[in-house]
């Protein structure tokens, strides 16, 4: 059906492939996933290529990805931090580039399925844990414990702790899903009212212009989500691997 | 017109410049510090991070009841300190300290707090 809303995120399979009763095909989502990897690599690598004193504009580009995620990185996790750049700047070009590959009419946007940004936001998590108790030891544990709390309370406040700890994987992978899916269907439900109010004669014409404006302004937010969304994304992963390296803060 | 004077008045130039510059400095970093960016990204942080602590308190609190079948307790003594961690969460993400140190957001202005 045309006018339906959630058509655009069924995943289709396009080569069929079945291992052991294990479901592999390659289906569109995978497509897309492995055009973003291409198009980033691809890009970067011809865009470095010339390394001109005086960068071309492509080579601009791409060292204006490379300074925003680094300093992000660098703020918050100091320089110490600088080991996991590779880590965090594919995040980044990963869901930056799939977020704009899905404001294409007909494209698949690989980040409104919360399988996607689950493993992405549960690789950062195991990263964080990996990293934090490969580091300090048991001393990694000292996050859930904060300073200058009473030793009565202590418990509930280690509980509390632990819970917003446990929250965190969650809440980085809803946020992103949730907003590129509610954007999506926003959109194309708003871009559905301009057909069906235009096919209601000549006043349904006219009061489509209504949608239409509508549609073009959430087209115009929603370019601003897709990036938004990458930069959150990123910048909450650095603040996690800050506590990874620096458990007490320091 | 003598060298000196010439001097003079480019050194005079030179001061004033310096001063407006500074003073430009100044107006740029007390008011709005943080860009639109940051405060959008803020936004959409904010409401994410308060409801998932609440449900990750009702998630705890159902599976201690569904294994040690105490229910309704867990979930009781659970649900409340989900909500107390999404506050937490919110006021940490809103940048106010909280002592703690699980999600230190505004890294800069903490770490310079805790040197």
Known sequence: MANDPIHQFQITKLLPLDVNGVDLSFTNSSMFMVATVVLTSVFLLWSTGGRGLVPSRSQSLSEIAYEFVAG?????????????????????????????????????????????????ALAVFLTVL????????????????????PIAIMPLVVAIEVISFIARPISHSVRLFANMLAGHITLKVFAGFIVSMSTM???????????FAMTVGLTALEFLVAFLQAYVFTMLTCMYINDALHPGGH | MSNSDQRDQLEERLKSLDSRLRENDQKRNSGNKKSDNV??????????????????????????????????WAMIIFLPMGFIAGVRN?????????GSQVGNDDVKGNNTDRK
């Open chain 1, 130 to 149: 990996i990293v934090g108790f490969g580091k300090h030891g048991f001393g990694f544990l000292k996050l859930f414990v904060p300073s200058g709390v």
């Open chain 1, 201 to 211: 004669g000549a006043v349904g014409v006219v009061g489509s212009l209504l949608p």
């Open chain 2, 39 to 72: 405060n959008f990204s803020n936004a959409i942080r904010l409401s994410t991070e308060f409801v998932v602590a609440i449900l990750v308190g009702v998630g705890i609190g159902w599976t201690i009841d569904r294994f040690f079948g105490t229910a309704p």
């Open chain 2, 90 to 98: 919110i006021m940490r993400a809103a940048g106010l300290k909280t």
């Open chain 1, 72 to 120: 992000m990185l660098r703020d918050s996790a100091g320089s110490q931090g600088m080991k996991f750049f590779p880590f965090v700047f594919s995040l980044f070009m990963f869901i930056l580039v799939a977020n704009m590959f899905g404001m294409f009419p007909y494209f698949f946007t690989v980040t409104s399925h919360v399988i996607i940004t689950v493993a992405l």
